[in-house]
């Protein structure tokens, strides 16, 4: 999501200034993003530029606030009838990782992906304890955020174990393979704890 939208749909709700915004964006999203008043000023001013919003006259304590304009409302609801595009989305980093792992010398690829994995499977659980610390109604948009997270974080998960086994597969021929590291079998058990618990 681009923050140009995300304050386009803030503004939807009625006039607000740059601080009301980026707690409005914070609370909306589960604190997920975090966003700095730097960012928040300079999209707005952009939406000015381009006419998506106007600025309102100062209140009394200095702050000016903002209203979505009718171009704005057209840009904003042709955004939410837009499906996402993949190739909208940054670029994995992590596939990248592996991939350039697998043909650098002295990389051990597999020490690697447990690392990540161990990484992933912490973030997992986090996810879990957080989605379950409120069932308030209000709470709904930033759970479904925390849901989707919790989805790529198993999906992750699958996707690592995926890599060790097609690197285990495709090893050259030599020496067996060394034995698994302690906490493979905890590591795995653990994710899928964690899996459980997200989508009961």
Request: charged letters at 25%; hydrophobic letters at 40%.
């Amino acid at each position: 999501m681009s923050i140009r939208h995300g304050l386009l749909a803030l503004l939807e709700r009625g006039q607000m200034y740059g601080y009301q915004l980026r707690a409005a964006f914070e609370e909306s999203t589960g604190s997920t993003w975090p966003l700095n008043i730097g960012q928040v000023y300079t999209t707005l001013s952009r939406l000015e530029r381009d006419g998506l919003v106007r600025p309102l006259p100062e209140s009394e304590a200095g702050q000016r606030p903002y209203e979505i304009t009718d171009a704005g409302r057209a840009d904003l609801a042709l955004w939410f009838t837009t499906p996402v595009s993949r190739t909208d989305r940054p670029r994995d980093e992590l596939a990248i990782k592996l991939a350039l792992a697998l043909t650098t010398p002295g990389v051990d690829v597999r020490a690697v992906v447990q690392a990540q994995r161990s990484a992933t499977i912490r973030a997992l659980q986090e996810l879990t304890r957080l989605k379950y610390g409120s069932e308030r109604p209000e709470d709904l948009p930033w759970r479904l955020v925390l849901d989707s997270m919790v989805f790529q974080a198993e999906a992750e998960v699958r996707w690592l174990d995926h890599c060790e086994t097609s690197l285990v597969r495709h090893q050259p021929t030599g020496p067996a393979p060394s034995a698994p590291l302690p906490g493979d079998a905890d590591a795995r058990d653990a994710a899928r704890w964690a899996g459980e618990e997200a989508r009961r």
